[in-house]
Structures are given as structure tokens and as C-alpha cells.
């Protein structure tokens, strides 16, 4: 029953929304004059949203095998940008972001460049440090799901009660954390750029590598990465 509901409400969405483009076609033109209805970017949006409306409608009513109405109706999420028409200050807003892309593309290059940088200097220093973990030095089963350190630098295992600390642990996140390759270095580096959960990183990092220099690297990470680099972004939008 609610789903019947929907497609009648869909249809009298439709309905209204036909009703407006006509209106503005008879006041203004549809094409060829000055401020014809077609001139706007958002009377064409709005005339896209129509057209595929009727679409998804005649490949529901009807057997047209040259409808594919599963594709259409994936189309539907662009119905609510029907409504920005109506709100002037949300078109200044998305016309301030259209109109920042192309330098937005230069500070992600720079976002880039950043990640790429640290993400090789991780992969250099602290390759496979994340995968130690404290094991049963009898059974070899794993003890705690914690980052350890062979060299006692970092966090140690408890020898009294026979736990070696092996490099056979997948590693945090299932091995989505850490410096083992480029792919998971640059997301680990992201995610501390973003700064969210960065000092469990970091604290994982100085139980296996020893707190020495460990340090350095996360906080010239936050510091260039987060609240430099990605800053940028708010600087290109406000300019």
C-alpha cells in the first residue's frame, strides 16, 4: 500500500513539475530567444528531471525493451536538485563550489602530493612494525591483539608467562591499518589527516617502533597535513 502511494505521489510530482515548465516555456521561450526557458542551467536541470520522470513512467506502463526502467529509476536522486531552483542563496552556495573546482583540483594535488610523501616515508621506516603481536611461545597462539616490540623499545610481552612477541599477526583493522604497502600506508596517512582515532596510530606505532621519533612524524603529519594542507581547501571557497 505504501508503495502505491509513492508512485501516485510521484505522479503528481510530476504533474506539478510539467505544469511549471510549461509555464515558464509560454512566458519565456523554450530556446531561441534571449531568456529562454532552456538558457538556465537550472530550467535545464529541472527539464532533465521532467524528461526522465516520463521515461521511468512509459518503461513502468509499458513492455519497451529500449527502457531499462531499473536505470532509470536510479536516476530519481537527482529529483531533490529539482527544489534548488526555488532557493536562490543554495544556487549562489553550489555556483561558489562549480566555480572552485578547477583550484580545489590543485589543493587536492597538494593533498596528494602530502600523503604520497608520508605514506612512503611510513612505508620506509615502520614497513611490517604494526604486525607484531605478543604470542603463546608453546601453543603460538595469539595473545592480545596489540602491537609489541621485538627489540623491548616499545611495548613488551610477559616472558614470565611465555609470550614472544612474533611478526604473524594480520595487524590493526584486520590489516587495514599500517605501513606494509603503499596502498595501506596511504590510507593509514589519510585517516590521520582527517584526525580521527591519529593517537591510537601513533600509540600503536610507538608499541612496536619505541616513542624515539615516532612522535615527530605524526605530529609534522597533523600539523602540514590537517591543519595546513586541507585547510586550503576553506581558504579556495571563501576566495
Not at 612474533?166 to 595501506?184: E, S
Not at 582527517?194 to 593517537?199: A, D, L, V
Amino acid at each position: 500500500m505504501d508503495v502505491v502511494k509513492l508512485e501516485v505521489a510521484e505522479w503528481v510530482f510530476l504533474g506539478i513539475f510539467t505544469i511549471e515548465a510549461l509555464l515558464k516555456i509560454v512566458a519565456e521561450g523554450f530556446m531561441f530567444v534571449r531568456h529562454a526557458y532552456l538558457r538556465s542551467i537550472w530550467n535545464i536541470l529541472d527539464f532533465i528531471v521532467i524528461v526522465l520522470g516520463y521515461l521511468d513512467l512509459i518503461g513502468q506502463l509499458t513492455d519497451f525493451s529500449l527502457l531499462d526502467v531499473k536505470a532509470l529509476r536510479a536516476f530519481r536522486v537527482v529529483r531533490p536538485l529539482k527544489f534548488l531552483s526555488g532557493f536562490p542563496s543554495l544556487q549562489v552556495v553550489l555556483n561558489s563550489v562549480i566555480r572552485a573546482m578547477f583550484p580545489l583540483f590543485n589543493v587536492f594535488m597538494l593533498v596528494l602530493f602530502v600523503i604520497i610523501l608520508y605514506a612512503v616515508i611510513g612505508l620506509e621506516f615502520l614497513s611490517g612494525k604494526l604486525r607484531y603481536a605478543c604470542f603463546d611461545n608453546t601453543t603460538g597462539e595469539l595473545i592480545d591483539s596489540h602491537s609489541c616490540s621485538p627489540s623491548g623499545d616499545g611495548f613488551t610481552c610477559n616472558k614470565e608467562q611465555n609470550q614472544v612477541c612474533l611478526q604473524k599477526w594480520g595487524g590493526p583493522n584486520h590489516g587495514i591499518t599500517g605501513f606494509d604497502n603503499i596502498g595501506v600506508s596511504m590510507l593509514t596517512v589519510f585517516q590521520c589527516i582527517t584526525m580521527e582515532g591519529w593517537t591510537q596510530v601513533m600509540y600503536m606505532v610507538q608499541d612496536s617502533a619505541g616513542s624515539k621519533w615516532p612522535w615527530v612524524y605524526f605530529t609534522t603529519l597533523v600539523v602540514v597535513g590537517s591543519f595546513f594542507v586541507v585547510n586550503l581547501v576553506l581558504g579556495v571557497l571563501s576566495g
